[in-house]
C-alpha cells in the first residue's frame, strides 16, 4: 500500500505549468545571472569554455526536472517540499559559480549531488521507474565526480568536470512521456524567465551617478533587445506545441530532446553571452568596446538565432534560412562596436534582429491556433 501511495499510477497526467515550477525555474535563473556575471569578468575562450562547463551540467539536469514533472506533476504538499531541496541545491551551486574549478568547487558538487538525489527520489513515483534505474548509476557517478573535483587542483579539475558531465550524457537514449502543452509552456517560460533575469542584470549595471539623455537612450535600446529575442522565440511557441503534440509517443520523445534539449543549449548560451556583450555597452556606450565585448554582444544574438534557427528545423515549422542569415549580420556588426562606439553597435544588432522579424515569410500554421482562435502566423 505504501508503495502505491507513493508512486501514484492513477494521478491525472501533467497539464498546464504549475506555480511551483515556475518558481523553480526562477530559482535556476540565478544560474544564468551567476554565469553573465562570471563571464563579465573573464571574457576570454578561457572563460567562455568554463561557462560551457558548468552550464552543460546544470542544463542537463534542468531538462531532467522538465521531464519529470511532465511524469510526476507536483500537485501534492509532499512533492513541491522535496521540489523545494532541488531548488536549494541549485541555488547552492549556483553560489559558487563564479569560482567552480577553485575554492567554491566544493559548494557546487555538493549542490548538484543533491539536485541528482532529489531527482532520482521523485522520479520513482513516476511509470517510468525501470529506465530511471537505469540511469541512475550514470548521473550520481557524474554528479560524484564533480564533486570530488572540488577537492582537486590544476588540469585534474577540468578531466573531472569534462568526464562527469559525459558520464551523465551519452547514457543510451530511452522513451519517456511527454505531454506537449506542459513541455512547452515549461521551456517558454524559462526563456521568458531568462530574458527578464538578463534585463535584471542590465539594469543593475548602468551608473546612475552619471546619467545622461545619451545614457537613457542606450538603457532603451539595452531593453529592447532582449524585448526582440523575446519576441523571437515566442513567434514559433504554438506552432511547435502543436507539433508536439500531433507526433507519436516515440518520435515526440526523441522530438523534444532534438528541440527542447539540444536546441535550446545555444538560444540559452546566447541570452547569457549577450547579456554580457550589453552590460559592457551600456558601462561606455560611447567609446568603442573591447573586441572580446563586442563579439559577445553580437556573438550571443548570434548564438541564439542559431538556436532557433535549429529549433524550427527540427519542428519542421519555419523556414531557418531568415535566422541563420540574421546570426551572420549580427557577426558582421562585431567591427563597429570595437572601431566605432558600443552604443553604435548595439544600434547595430537591435536593426538586423528587427528587420529579420519584418522580412520574415509569414505561412500558416496547420491547426495552430491560439486560446482566442486566431490563425498563428509563422514569421
Known amino acids: 500500500m505504501t508503495r502505491a501511495r507513493w508512486r501514484d499510477p492513477g494521478a491525472a497526467p501533467a497539464g498546464r505549468v504549475t506555480a511551483v515550477e515556475t518558481f523553480f525555474d526562477v530559482v535556476f535563473v540565478f544560474t544564468f545571472t551567476q554565469l553573465t556575471r562570471t ?31 511532465n511524469h510526476v506533476p507536483p500537485r501534492r504538499a509532499s512533492q513541491k517540499l522535496v521540489l523545494f531541496a532541488a531548488m536549494a541545491g541549485f541555488f547552492i551551486a549556483a553560489v559558487g559559480i563564479p569560482h567552480a574549478f577553485e575554492e567554491t568547487g566544493v559548494l557546487v558538487g555538493f549542490g548538484y549531488l543533491v539536485v541528482i538525489c532529489v531527482h532520482l527520489l521523485l522520479f520513482t513515483q513516476s511509470d517510468a521507474l525501470e529506465g530511471v534505474l537505469r540511469l541512475a548509476p550514470y548521473n550520481v557517478g557524474g554528479a560524484l565526480l564533480i564533486l570530488v573535483a572540488g577537492f582537486t587542483h590544476g588540469a585534474a579539475v577540468y578531466v573531472l568536470w569534462v568526464v562527469g558531465y559525459l558520464l551523465m550524457t551519452v547514457v543510451p537514449y530511452r522513451t519517456f512521456h511527454v505531454a506537449a502543452e506542459h513541455f512547452v509552456e515549461r521551456h517558454g517560460l524559462l526563456v521568458m524567465i531568462a530574458l527578464g533575469e538578463s534585463v535584471i542584470a542590465i539594469g543593475m549595471g548602468v551608473d546612475v551617478e552619471h546619467v545622461t539623455a545619451g545614457t537613457v537612450g542606450v538603457i532603451v535600446l539595452a531593453l529592447a533587445l532582449p524585448g526582440a529575442m523575446w519576441w523571437t522565440y515566442f513567434t514559433d511557441y504554438a506552432a511547435a506545441e502543436h507539433a508536439l503534440a500531433g507526433a507519436d509517443r516515440e518520435a515526440r520523445s526523441l522530438l523534444a530532446i532534438r528541440a527542447y534539449y539540444f536546441a535550446h543549449i545555444p538560444m540559452l548560451l546566447g541570452i547569457v553571452v549577450a547579456a554580457a556583450g550589453i552590460h559592457a555597452a551600456i558601462a561606455h556606450p560611447d567609446e568603442p568596446a573591447a573586441w572580446p565585448a563586442a563579439t559577445a554582444l553580437a556573438g550571443g544574438v548570434a548564438l541564439y538565432l542559431v538556436g532557433i534557427a535549429d529549433f524550427r528545423r527540427c519542428m519542421a515549422i519555419g523556414s531557418p534560412a531568415t535566422r541563420i542569415a540574421a546570426a551572420v549580420a549580427a557577426l558582421a556588426t562585431i567591427p563597429i562596436g570595437a572601431m566605432a562606439s558600443a552604443g553604435l553597435h548595439l544600434v547595430s544588432v537591435l536593426f538586423v534582429v528587427a528587420v529579420m522579424l519584418m ?9 495552430a491556433a491560439t486560446e482566442q482562435g486566431e490563425v498563428v502566423q509563422i514569421r
Request: hydrophobic share 50%; proline share 5%; no cysteine.
Open 39 to 69: 563571464l563579465e569578468h573573464d571574457l576570454s575562450l578561457a572563460g567562455l569554455g568554463r561557462l560551457l562547463l558548468i552550464f552543460g551540467a546544470l542544463w542537463y539536469m534542468y531538462g531532467g526536472y522538465a521531464w519529470l514533472t
Open 359 to 367: 522580412v520574415s515569410p509569414r505561412r500558416t500554421a496547420p491547426g
